[in-house]
Nanobody, 126 residues
Framework: QVQLVESGGGLVQAGGSLRLSCAAS????????MAWFRQAPGKEREFVAR????????NYADSVKGRFTISRDNAKNTVYLQMNSLKVEDTAVYYC???????????????????WGQGTQVTVSS
């Protein structure tokens, strides 16, 4: 089992930055790939970024590539999402997710992830 708690969301002006954190409990964290998804009102949850267990491999949605950076600290059981050059369209609830069993290989799909946090709201104003 993995329990995930996100923090760091808030209100920021367009062009600004935020860093989200996801604190994980459970022994499987260090063997799990981790990801961030987001969900805007009236829209489906969408993939943002993923990092493998060691931190050596990362993947990003095209919409955030070059602006967001995912990282992890296995000693602290924490994964981060540094968000720079924020846009109004980045406004959403951001969710942390854990891929423990590597079910499908489709890292961009919500069905790949077994555990989810409760989400943290990010609002970008113009």
């Amino acid at each position: 089992q993995v329990q995930l708690v996100e923090s760091g969301g808030g209100l920021v002006q367009a062009g600004g930055s935020l860093r989200l954190s996801c604190a994980a409990s459970g022994r499987t964290f260090r063997n799990s790939a981790m990801a961030w998804f987001r969900q805007a009102p009236g829209k489906e949850r969408e993939f943002v970024a993923r990092i493998n267990w060691s931190g050596a491999t990362t993947n990003y949605a095209d919409s955030v590539k070059g602006r967001f950076t995912i990282s992890r600290d296995n000693a602290k059981n924490t994964v981060y999402l540094q968000m720079n050059s924020l846009k109004v369209e980045d406004t959403a609830v951001y969710y942390c997710a854990a891929d423990v069993n590597y079910l499908t290989g489709a890292y961009y799909s919500t069905s790949e992830y077994e555990f989810w946090g409760q989400g943290t709201q990010v609002t970008v104003s113009s």
